[in-house]
């Protein structure tokens, strides 16, 4: 098993188009140049890595690291976005000439991970059309979206959460290198920021110990995690649950890992920026990034 460590030289190593230098992976990683050329001085004893490249044995330690598989939860009304979600569902929604859920397929499929799953409700028939660019998505029927919240999206897609992203599908994604091939362990997506009024989580030596509504030094959530395969399995467990516990179908399914069952996880934080992805809550947002609304 590789630590963190080996992982995040090993991950950025195989991520990078050509050979990478050692100031290039420490200032990717976070890391020190001394501990990176100690890190790749045991990677190289395992031969793991020659000459700063990856080997054929480094990508076998690699694969029980591997992604398998994406959920994108696209079940919703998008209530707060009309006018403009009367007659499309908010991930079809076009910015800048192309819908707002390709930024995230692309993503995805540009990393090798097939097996795609959306979950629709709301107008589900209009997906169809992203079949003749992505055929290889599949689609989960949730016909609940108007009586339970997005926990139920969650419950439908339950056998399929293990070695997976589950992805909020009204994200726009300028930073594609956030969907990574490979994912070290269980986390979630989340901006450093000082005061927030959004979502929050807060973490403790490392892991996600609390989520809140706004707070301060703290992380805002994003919507996209990543689970492996033992918190997969238990996430599906909890979420049907609480799902089925009195009031469970007014839950976000967030909630699960993150307040009614937080103890069965040891979830870590990956850090990203307001640059690289926006979520467009208002007709007002969107009206600011593309100005072809603004009419």
């Known amino acids: 098993m590789l630590t963190k460590n080996q992982f995040d030289v090993l991950d950025c190593i195989v991520n990078s188009d050509k050979k990478i230098s050692q100031r290039n992976i420490a200032k990717l990683i976070g890391r020190s140049v001394g501990t990176v050329n100690k890190i790749l001085l045991e990677l190289e004893n395992n031969e793991l890595v020659k000459n700063n490249q990856i080997t054929e044995k480094g990508l076998l330690e690699l694969e029980p690291y591997k992604v398998k598989r994406?959920?994108?939860?696209?079940?919703?009304?998008?209530?707060?976005?009309?006018?403009?979600?009367?007659?499309?569902?908010k991930p079809l929604i076009?910015?800048?000439?192309?819908?707002?859920?390709?930024?995230?397929?692309?993503?995805?499929?540009?990393?090798?991970?097939?097996?795609?799953?959306?979950?629709?409700?709301?107008?589900?028939?209009?997906?169809?059309?992203?079949?003749y660019k992505y055929p290889n998505i599949k689609f989960i029927e949730n016909d609940k979206f108007n009586e339970a919240n997005n926990i139920s999206s969650v419950v439908l897609a339950k056998d399929y959460l293990s070695n997976a992203y589950i992805v909020e599908s009204d994200l726009l994604l300028h930073n594609k290198n956030l969907i990574r091939k490979y994912?070290?362990?269980?986390?979630?997506?989340?901006?450093?920021?000082?005061?927030?009024?959004?979502?929050?989580?807060?973490?403790?030596?490392?892991?996600?110990?609390k989520v809140s509504i706004g707070g301060q030094n703290c992380y805002q959530m994003v919507g996209?995690?990543?689970?492996?395969?033992?918190?997969?399995?238990?996430?599906?467990?909890?979420?049907?649950?609480?799902?089925?516990?009195p009031g469970g179908k007014e839950r976000y399914w967030d909630q699960v890992p993150l307040e009614y069952c937080i103890d069965n996880y040891k979830?870590?934080?990956?850090?990203?920026?307001?640059?690289?992805?926006?979520?467009?809550?208002?007709?007002?947002?969107?009206?600011?990034i593309d100005k072809a609304y603004d009419v």
């Open 224 to 245: 996209i995690s990543y689970w492996n395969e033992q918190d997969g399995k238990q996430l599906a467990h909890d979420a049907v649950e609480v799902f089925n516990a």
């Open 267 to 288: 979830l870590r934080v990956r850090q990203c920026t307001f640059d690289d992805i926006v979520e467009i809550d208002t007709f007002n947002e969107l009206k600011a």
């Open 183 to 209: 994912q070290y362990s269980s986390n979630y997506l989340g901006i450093p920021v000082e005061v927030s009024n959004d979502w929050c989580l807060h973490t403790t030596n490392k892991f996600i110990s």
């Open 70 to 89: 994406a959920i994108l939860i696209a079940a919703g009304l998008g209530s707060r976005l009309i006018p403009i979600t009367l007659n499309t569902p």
């Open 94 to 131: 076009r910015v800048k000439g192309k819908r707002i859920i390709e930024s995230l397929l692309d993503a995805l499929t540009e990393v090798g991970i097939e097996e795609i799953y959306i979950v629709r409700g709301y107008l589900g028939e209009q997906f169809d059309s992203l079949l």
